[in-house]
């Protein structure tokens, strides 16, 4: 008869994101886990492998719900400008929201970089790609609604935006100030209107 498991495995994944999250994989100990998810080593390990593949399911966890409030955040709102002004207002928000451990779990894992084998790296270089390829769309639909002029560069600055997000989560894990993050939203909604 096979035993059961004695605790919520989603529960212990989300608790053990959030750690990786807060400290990044390399600085995640299995004592951190152990205490952070309130198993033992020997049910961290049966189930879920080890260290390195508790971190790729806790990525791929925070990885769906980061698509999935790219996706609700711009799919929201009225108009493209709108939109991108929503998602840079998003990612300043999420890292300043005491209900979570600041920063971007994607972020810090492509600056630790020299820690993750391939898939991992690919995960993460994923993510940027789709959020890169939302922005784009956006900025698509406004050239079609006359929000953008013909010819402008969806890619290019859909690529600049993305960078501008990461770059974001950097500055305020520096412990840059919300103001000063503010301040390059505004900017770069303010380059939207060619200004």
Known sequence: MARTKGFDENQALEAAMRLFWQKG???TSLHDLELGTGLKRASIYNAFGNKRSLFKRCLSLYIGQV??????????????????????AFVID????????????A???????HQHDRETKEMVAALFRRERKVVEKVLGEGVQRGEFPPGFDCAGVAAAITATTSGMVVLAMADAPVSALQ????AVVRLL???
Do not use: Q
């Open 25 to 27: 994989y390399a600085a």
């Open 67 to 88: 698509e999935a409030m790219l996706d609700t955040v711009t799919g929201a709102a009225a108009s493209s400008r709108e939109a991108i002004k929503k998602w840079l």
């Open 94 to 105: 999420f890292h300043f929201n005491p209900e979570t451990p600041g920063g971007c779990l």
């Open 107 to 113: 972020v810090l894992s492509a600056l630790e970089r």
């Open 183 to 186: 301040e390059v939203a505004g």
């Open 193 to 195: 209107d060619g200004k």
